[in-house]
């Protein structure tokens, strides 16, 4: 029986590893993997959709489905969770100290739709009070000037929106003080360098970032993994297939991550760190599915509708493939 061959563009993680080296194989389909950083996925996928199967931005997976273009399709997979409190840089001379320094000041972002920044400014919101129209925003490319949104924007009046002056790094005004901060999920060079102008809002952000979790039960959701309707159209079966073959990698992932014969990543105290994320997140912290998810993806949903990104409460059940949302029994 001849399999279905579908290109596949994602970051080379863990969870989908066993996908790539043969461990896992969808049922009737050959993936042909294209490692690639996420920018660059992104952008050629909602662009030109280039690439039958792909990682996409949550974000720019609900504009595409409140716009109805480009067609894709999600199941719930999850190849990229992350909590953004970390995700805040400040200038040292700017005087901000806590989050509500923020309101009326100049901030630096990669671009509007992100969904690190969807996730930033519905916590500013919703923890200290920091409307994104309290904000003047400034969208360009961090460390190379010209860049631009990977869909077009149809944002409030309320939202001031401008570009970065042509030439201009994000990275280079926020360490001259033309920015007074930067939100965005790559830490500026300037910060990784150890430049005395630059700073995290919470330099203490893995304690931040678990009192969050605690209160809200919320571990961010990135990305998703998106289908082209063309391709579901005339093989429906492939959703329902992928999903089971993405849960499985996501199981061996997470089997190898436990094992302590020898550490899965380069990291001398991974199973403490382990240990320690257990503790805070639950032994099943990464989970795929609908059921698992939901209150992290209506609290995305809510977001984007404040934020002007999308018109439609959409319910959750409405973004992804139907075969996903149930198993069967026999």
């Not at 080296?21 to 690639?36: A, E, K, M």
């Not at 631009?148 to 924007?153: M, V």
């Not at 630059?198 to 990135?222: K, Q, S, W």
């Not at 001398?268 to 989970?287: F, K, N, S, V």
Request: aromatic fraction near 10%; glycine fraction near 6%; include cysteine.
């Amino acid at each position: 029986m001849t399999r279905l061959r579908l290109s596949f563009a994602a970051a080379p993680y863990d969870r989908i590893m066993p996908l790539v080296d043969g461990r896992v194989s969808p049922r009737g389909i050959d993936l042909i993997y294209l490692p690639q950083v996420v920018e660059e996925t992104f952008w050629r996928m909602a662009r030109y959709q280039e690439y039958d199967v792909a990682e996409f931005s949550l974000s720019s997976y609900l504009i595409a489905r409140d716009r109805g273009e480009p067609r894709l399709t999600a199941v719930p997979v999850f190849p990229s969770r992350m909590f953004r409190h970390s995700a805040i840089y400040v200038n040292t001379h700017a005087g901000i100290r806590e989050p509500r320094d923020l309101i009326g000041r100049r901030v630096g972002i990669p671009e509007y739709q992100l969904t690190a920044l969807l996730w930033v400014r519905g916590i500013l919101a919703d923890d200290y009070g920091v409307r994104p129209e309290d904000i003047e925003w400034f969208v360009g490319g961090e460390e190379r000037a010209g860049r631009r949104e990977k869909l077009p924007l149809h944002l409030p009046p309320t939202v001031r929106l401008q570009a970065i002056p042509e030439g201009t790094t994000l990275n280079d005004l926020l360490v001259s003080g033309a920015l007074d901060a930067l939100i965005a999920p790559r830490a500026p060079s300037a910060f990784l360098h150890g430049h005395p102008a630059v700073t995290r809002l919470f330099p203490n952000y893995p304690e931040v970032e678990a009192d969050y979790y605690r209160r809200t039960r919320i571990f961010p959701i990135m990305h998703v993994v998106v289908i082209r309707d063309d391709i579901l159209e005339r093989f429906p079966w492939v959703a329902r297939n992928l999903y089971e073959a993405f849960e499985q990698a996501r199981q061996l992932a997470f089997a190898e991550l436990r094992q302590t014969a020898a550490l899965a990543a380069m990291l001398p105290w991974l199973p403490a760190e382990l240990e320690r994320t257990c503790a805070i997140l639950g032994d099943d912290y990464w989970p795929y599915g609908v059921d698992a998810n939901r209150h992290v993806l209506e609290t995305a949903i809510r977001y984007a509708v404040e934020q002007g990104l999308i018109r439609q409460h959409f319910a959750v059940e409405e973004l992804f493939a139907p075969s996903t949302l149930e198993g069967f029994v026999i």
